[in-house]
């Protein structure tokens, strides 16, 4: 089992920055990514940024150039910087984790989500 813990979400005004953690506890060995995703009100939740074990980032078109995802010293913590915020980057953002573990003979994926931290852009 993998716990997920986010922090530092919170109100700011639009064009300014915010950072959101991420710590992972428990079985971790496995971890192959850790991203963040985010839900707004009557939408369905999408990527954010995921960043692999060796370093390969990945963002959504919306926030390239905004946000960066980053690890930190300690492997099992993930962070995301957002800049320039906009009023439309509001939403419940969640932290990820996905894993591979063997079953048997066959890897098989595992993944978690922490509980949420909302980020509320006021324009």
């Known amino acids: 089992q993998v716990q997920l813990v986010e922090s530092g979400g919170g109100l700011v005004q639009a064009g300014g920055s915010l950072r959101v953690s991420c710590v992972a506890s428990g079985s971790i060995f496995s971890m192959k990514t850790m991203g963040w995703y985010r839900q707004a009100p009557g939408k369905q939740r999408e990527m954010v940024a995921v960043?692999?074990?060796?370093?390969?980032?990945t963002y959504a078109d919306s926030v390239k150039g905004r946000f960066t995802i980053s690890r930190g010293s300690a492997e099992n913590t993930v962070y995301l910087q957002m800049d320039s915020l906009k009023f439309e980057d509001t939403a419940v953002y969640y932290c990820?984790?996905?894993?591979?573990?063997?079953?048997?003979?066959?890897?098989?994926?595992?993944?978690?989500w922490g509980q949420g931290t909302q980020v509320t852009v006021s324009s």
């Open positions: 990820n984790s996905q894993h591979e573990v063997w079953v048997g003979n066959s890897l098989a994926s595992q993944i978690y």
């Open positions: 960043i692999t074990s060796d370093g390969t980032t």
